[in-house]
């Protein structure tokens, strides 16, 4: 069993920063792909980005280019998502997630990811 954690969270104003993070415990997380989810209320869970298990390969979404650096360190077994330029509209409850390697072509779709955090909440606002 794998165990994720999110933390990083918070409130921020428009244009500011969050740095999330993502730690892993019980099965080497390091073969695992991660990806970042995002829900806002009355929506639906949506991929923000993904990184490959040597980090080499990284995709986001079209709304957060540019603006967010995913990146994963896993001798600490520890994925991060950066965000700048924070805007209202990425107000949302923020999800880790790990999934196989073979999963990697499509890793912007919750499904088939089988282990996830339990959020951290994100609110961008003055």
């Known amino acids: 069993q794998l165990q994720l954690v999110e933390s990083g969270g918070g409130l921020v104003q428009p244009g500011g920063s969050l740095t999330l993070s993502c730690t892993a415990s019980?099965?080497?997380?390091?073969?695992?792909?991660i990806g970042w989810f995002r829900q806002a209320p009355g929506k639906e869970r949506e991929g923000v980005s993904c990184?490959?298990?040597?980090?080499?390969?990284?995709k986001y979404a079209d709304s957060v280019k540019g603006r967010f650096t995913i990146y994963r360190d896993n001798a600490k077994h520890t994925a991060y998502l950066q965000m700048n330029s924070l805007k209202p509209e990425d107000t949302a409850v923020y999800f880790c997630?790990?999934?196989?390697?073979?999963?990697?072509?499509?890793?912007?779709?919750?499904?088939?990811?089988?282990?996830w955090g339990q959020g951290t909440q994100v609110t961008v606002s003055s």
């Open positions: 019980g099965l080497v997380s390091d073969y695992h792909i």
């Open positions: 997630a790990a999934a196989a390697p073979n999963l990697l072509s499509n890793c912007m779709g919750p499904s088939g990811y089988a282990y």
């Open positions: 990184i490959s298990t040597g980090g080499a390969w990284t």
